[in-house]
């Protein structure tokens, strides 16, 4: 029942800033775990960032540059991104997990999922 919209997705310069958002309706927001993956053409799903109720968690690869934050009264999750690359390139996706008790990197523990904003960092 759970539904999840991202946005804030663009083209932006190497160097450059954006701000994704995930804004979720229809469970207890703040008990969920929720997370940021992307895919790159080609490529596997990958694990960004997620936040839950006693931890945040980041990929190496986005450590120091991305952030994972919360607005529980907007029902919102974001992902601010500093420094982009264009290894940031892919389809960025939020997902939700209701009953999460494990590590937050394995994409096959979520339950919901949005429908992706494309990130396109150009060089």
């Known amino acids: 029942q759970v539904q999840l919209v991202e946005s804030g997705g663009g083209l932006v310069q190497a160097g450059g800033s954006l701000r994704l958002s995930c804004a979720a309706s229809?469970?207890?927001?703040?008990?969920?775990?929720m997370g940021w993956f992307r895919q790159a053409p080609g490529k596997e799903r990958e694990f960004v960032a997620a936040?839950?109720?006693?931890?945040?968690y980041y990929e190496d690869a986005v450590k120091g540059r991305f952030t994972i934050s919360t607005n529980s009264a907007k029902n919102t999750v974001y992902l601010q991104m500093n420094s982009l690359k264009p290894e940031d390139t892919a389809v960025y996706y939020c997902?939700?997990?209701?009953?999460?008790?494990?590590?937050?990197?394995?994409?096959?523990?979520?339950?919901?999922w949005g429908q992706g904003t494309q990130v396109t960092v150009s060089s």
């Open positions: 229809g469970g207890t927001f703040s008990s969920y775990t």
């Open positions: 936040i839950r109720r006693g931890g945040i």
């Open positions: 997902a939700a997990d209701l009953s999460f008790t494990g590590s937050p990197n394995n994409a096959t523990l979520y339950d919901y």
